[in-house]
């Protein structure tokens, strides 16, 4: 299962969701016809449900969404602060030179010196930027995952090149 973000809170009375997305496009979710949430990021795949999607849409700056049969702000309620996911399948495909953050997780990350630098072990959404955070056993880096730090990405690879010191 793929962790596409996590319900904030109750939006309105009629069972709308505010969703906080993990990643910059929650707009092309919209075209999935079905969410699934779980407690537990981790959740394996029978403890995700499935729920029809009825909508989705911006609301200042962020997301709010209306799931089928949750129709009053007790049932919204009810979910908590459930983390929303899909199976890779049911996902588009990412555009050219975008990426899920699911990709990223475990790849090696080798500066331009060829010098490793460590795994990827989560991302951290900062508003300005995602952040890859990077970890050799020892130490943990933040990278901010743009291009002037980020080279190139061979998710099939399994390498993230970078423009980081190893010092630094």
């Known amino acids: 299962m793929i962790v596409l973000g996590r319900i904030v809170a109750p939006f309105g009375v009629q069972g709308w969701l505010r969703v906080h997305p993990f990643g910059d496009d929650p707009g092309a979710w919209r075209k999935m016809p079905q969410w699934w949430l779980a407690a537990d990021a981790d959740a394996p795949a029978a ?6 999607l009825e909508a989705v849409r911006q609301h200042g700056d962020g997301v709010v969404a209306k799931l089928a049969g949750i129709d009053d702000r007790d049932a919204s309620e009810a ?3 459930c983390y929303i996911g899909a199976p890779r399948d049911a996902l588009p495909p990412p555009a050219q030179d975008e ?4 990709d990223l997780i475990g790849l090696a990350v080798v500066n331009l010196q060829d010098q490793p630098l460590g795994r990827v072990t989560s991302l951290i959404e900062t508003g300005a930027n995602q952040v890859l955070v990077v970890s050799d056993g ?3 880096r933040l990278l901010p995952f743009v291009e002037q730090v980020v080279a190139r990405v061979d998710v099939p690879g399994g390498v993230i090149r970078a423009d980081w010191g190893l010092d630094w």
């Open 47 to 52: 403890g995700w449900r499935a729920h029809a």
């Open 79 to 81: 979910l908590g602060s």
């Open 99 to 102: 990426y899920y953050w699911s």
């Open 138 to 140: 020892e130490r943990e």
